[in-house]
């Protein structure tokens, strides 16, 4: 058909009187085209210095905004090769993703955090979310527990019970402690920084407020990941109050070796080369660009959701089948909090702060507790410890789990805690 002829052998006319007629409707059915809803976001209120109770409160809109994502999934092809080296292999994900789509209770993170006591309050110009949780045990120890990326309070759910009610799970009134559980800035339910400057030494200062806040003028402290980050700073800054801490990762690398490494050394030293060679790039990428894999994230939850899942899977103590170490719904416990509170890039931006800076080995001199996990990215090793900590009080190499300890194995996080605080 040529742009001079009248009809098409349909019926169609190209002709300039159709073109333009065809041409000014077009604003009109514009008009009628109904706009597509943009997601809810989460109610979260306003942070005051009073310490406020807080629920988590999904919008259904929400919801069926992530099940719509869902349903539209665009994935790639099948990776080249039989194992994890090119990321999370495309049949893993299937499932995780089929489940959460079909199987999963999209309102269970609701169920679970609003099943223990929520606050928060304004530390710093930010407001901060918190899980607190009391022993009735006279004597009970204040600690606060830290997590890191990817994790979240979800990491510690499972172990809240058993730390306040240690009678109820195997233990005696003198290991029992009143928990405090905080999102870290830019995670969860706080309040995401809008200035530069959150990082690890920050936030450790932080969390000697919200402990003072509580009323608690001693208390310990412990931490793996970020957690362990934060943790160490606030034995680095001897922040009020501060009396212990326990680390599942402790900050000991790249290692102090003095002289020749042994053969112990050279092993765990080979670890983390091969860590920083095969696996870090997602840190180089969240410490260099944030904001950039922040857009990809927050507008796809097939992307979170595989971002996240690969850690599960390479972190554990699963041999790659992080389904068997936490199941399904834990996992998506994880993932769904990420996405629903949009956190992606925020929480990337940790990385931004700290990875290259703060997140550094600090020789410390107060009572320290390490717990090392077969699971974990690399393994530390005592002499380490003791050349960096002069009030090394507790080492102990538990026989299962892996980065995220007392996500993976609660029951023996929780022994190992007893054991290390009852040293100090």
Partial sequence: MTPTSKTSSAGFDPSRRFLLTAAAALPVIAAVEPAAAAPASLAIPVATEAVTPF???????????????????????????????????????????????????????????????????????????????????DGARPLILTHGWPGSVIEFLNVI???????????????????????????????????????????????AVLMQRLGYTEYYAQGGDYGAGVTTWMAKQHVPGLKGIHLNLPILFPPPIEGTPTAEEQASIAQLIAYGTHE????????????????????????????????????????????????????????????????????????????????????????????????????PLKIWGDRMYSKLTYWGEAAHGGHFAAFEQPQIFTEELRRAFATM
């Fill in 280 to 379: 870090a790039g997602y840190a180089k990428l969240q410490t260099t660009r944030p904001q950039t894999i922040g857009y990809a994230l927050t507008d796809s939850p097939i992307g979170q959701a595989s971002w996240i899942y690969e850690k599960f899977g390479n972190w554990t103590d699963s041999d790659h089948h992080p389904e068997k170490a936490l199941g399904y719904d834990q996992m998506l416990d994880d993932i769904t909090l990420y996405w629903l509170t949009e956190t992606a890039a925020s929480s990337a931006r940790l990385y931004w702060e700290s990875f290259e800076t703060t997140f550094t080995p600090q020789k410390l001199d107060i009572p320290v507790g390490v717990s090392v996990f077969p699971g974990e990215l690399f393994r």
């Fill in 55 to 137: 629920k988590v409160k999904i919008p259904a809109v929400a919801i069926d905004d992530l099940r719509t994502r869902l349903k539209m999934a665009r994935l790639p092809e099948k990776e080249t090769v039989d194992d994890w080296s090119q990321g999370a292999p495309l049949h893993s994900v299937e499932l995780l993703l089929t489940y959460w789509r079909d199987k999963y209770d999209m309102r269970r993170i609701e169920k679970r955090l609003n099943a223990y006591p929520q606050f928060r309050t304004e530390i710093d110009g930010l407001g901060i979310h918190f899980i607190h949780v009391k022993s009735k045990h």
């Fill in 161 to 207: 019970d058993p730390l306040t009610n240690p009678t109820a799970h195997g233990g005696k009134a003198e290991d029992a402690f009143h928990v405090v559980i905080p999102s870290l800035p830019g995670f969860g339910f706080s309040d995401k920084p809008t200035k530069t400057g959150w990082g690890l030494p920050r936030i450790a200062k932080a969390w």
